[in-house]
C-alpha cells in the first residue's frame, strides 16, 4: 500500500483505469441457442422454471455451478440456465421502447424499420456508440447502443 502512495498521481489513475478496463472486458455475455429454454430457480430441472427464453436472448453469467450457469438479464432478473443451451452467437435486446434500425450510424440517415422494448435483435457489428443489427426475418440496421443491451 505504501508503494501506492509513492506513486506519481498520474499513473496511479493510470492504473485505477486499467483496473477498471480489466473488470468490464471480463463480463462474460451467452445467447440462448434453442427455440425455447427453462431460466430456473436454481442450479437443476428440480427447481421452477421462472422465465421461458427465446433464441438468441442474451444473458450476463455471474456464476457457476457444475453444467449450470447463474445469470441475469437486462432487466436485472436473475436465474440458472444449463450451459450446454446457451453459446457465444452475439445478440442484444432492446431496452428503449421503439427503437429506429438506421441505415447508417447516425441519427441523420434513414430510419429502415423499428424494434419494441424486449425484442432480441442479432449482432452484426459493434461501434462505440452504435450497433448494427439484424431483426429475425427481417431488416438490418444501426441502433444506438445506449438503447440495447446485450454484446
Known sequence: ???LRRLPPFLMLLAFCLAAMAGAQAREMVSVQRDEVNLRAGAGTRH???WVLS????????????QWL???????????????L??????HVVKGQV????SSPSTRTRI?????????????????????VQQDDGPRGW????????W
Do not use: C
Request: positive net charge; proline residues 6%.
Open 1 to 3: 500500500m505504501s508503494f
Open 48 to 50: 421452477e422454471t421462472l
Open 55 to 66: 433464441r438468441g436472448y442474451p444473458l450476463e453469467v455471474t456464476g457457476r455451478k457444475g
Open 70 to 84: 447463474h445469470v441475469r438479464d437486462f432487466e436485472n432478473d436473475t436465474g440458472w440456465i444449463f450451459r450446454p
Open 86 to 91: 446457451v453459446g457465444n452467437r452475439p445478440h
Open 99 to 102: 427503437v429506429n434500425l438506421r
Open 112 to 132: 429502415v424499420g423499428k424494434a419494441t422494448r424486449g425484442e432480441v435483435l442479432r449482432t452484426l457489428e459493434r461501434r462505440p456508440q452504435w450497433v448494427k
Open 143 to 150: 441502433v444506438a447502443r445506449r438503447l440495447l443491451w446485450g
